[in-house]
């Protein structure tokens, strides 16, 4: 007895199962046929997924119907076992979808699910070769990251203008996320100790717990001094003190929810349009640096990006500033 056969349900858990997860696979024809060997092995898998690494239903759902729709092209192809699926099968099914205008994100799903499904079957020793380990999947376009425009960005920072302690604590936080272009977790995760005003800098603990340097400029100098100097203290009051550098209300430590309200209520009260978010303002740092004549390797070091094609999408956007600089500005733009 095989370790699948070991570990197939039973007729009773499966029907439970395909109530859970959406049921038979969808046939793709339009017309009835009775269960084959590749159906329970789509069964098995969707048990693995469901109840063993506990998928959420609509994943399951989503899962069942990429390898469905799959396993019934290798059936008009004439394979009746799974072992006789080959790369060159699965590079043509692949290419039926595109032909049947499936959206490159839509396939790139598709591609992710099959290997799921082949890796589990390799692991199950059903099969001894996975055909999906070199299939390569399409390229979904790249959305160009929005970033804020610099008078947009000055805004959003006068919005947090005022002297009281919420005011000098939100004009600190939105000072160090545009002027250092923190991750948010970062943002918040800050200590005090990691700040050296004298020396005008900061040191970030980033992804991987690498670490980086980071200058701050004077506004974001001046803003922390202006929080640390007083209004900190009194927002802490005789709590514990948390040990971060800002502080919620309460004087507990401030949450990546947090500061996402405070972003948005900032800039609503600056009238920006909806859809600002933290991650916004990394964006913007970047884009400004490299507006402002920075190299992308700079930039993907101030980023803590390990690989320069993350930060090369930046260069997208500046591109298009450029393009616009050369139709306003050029006399044959």
Known sequence: MTRLERKRPGRATRSREAA????????????????????????????????????????????????AGHLD?????????????????????????????????????ARSSWRGFYRWLCEQRVITTDPSADLEGPSAPRRLPRSLSEAEVEALLSAAGGAAPRDRRDRALLEVAYGAGLRVSELVGLRPEQINLHEQWVRVVGKGSKERLLP?????????????????????????????LFLNARGGALTRVGFWKILRRRAQQAGLCAGVHPHLLRHSFATHLLRGGASLRVVQEMLGHRDLSTTEIYTAVDREFLSRMHREYHPRG
């Open 216 to 244: 701050l400029g004077a506004p974001a100098l001046s803003a922390l001094r202006a929080w640390l100097e007083g209004p900190r203290a009194a927002v802490l009051g005789r709590r514990r003190d948390p040990g971060v």
């Open 20 to 67: 859970v997860v959406g049921g038979a696979p969808a046939q793709t024809d339009g017309r009835s046929r009775a269960p084959d060997g590749l159906d329970a092995l789509l069964e098995g898998w969707i048990f693995h997924l469901a109840f063993e690494r506990r998928l959420s239903p609509r994943t399951v759902s989503a899962y069942r119907s990429d390898v």
């Open 73 to 109: 092209f290798l059936r008009q192809c004439g394979l009746r076992r799974i072992e006789e699926a080959t790369p060159d099968l699965l590079r043509e099914s692949l290419a039926r979808l595109h032909d049947l205008g499936s959206a490159p994100r839509s396939r790139q799903r």
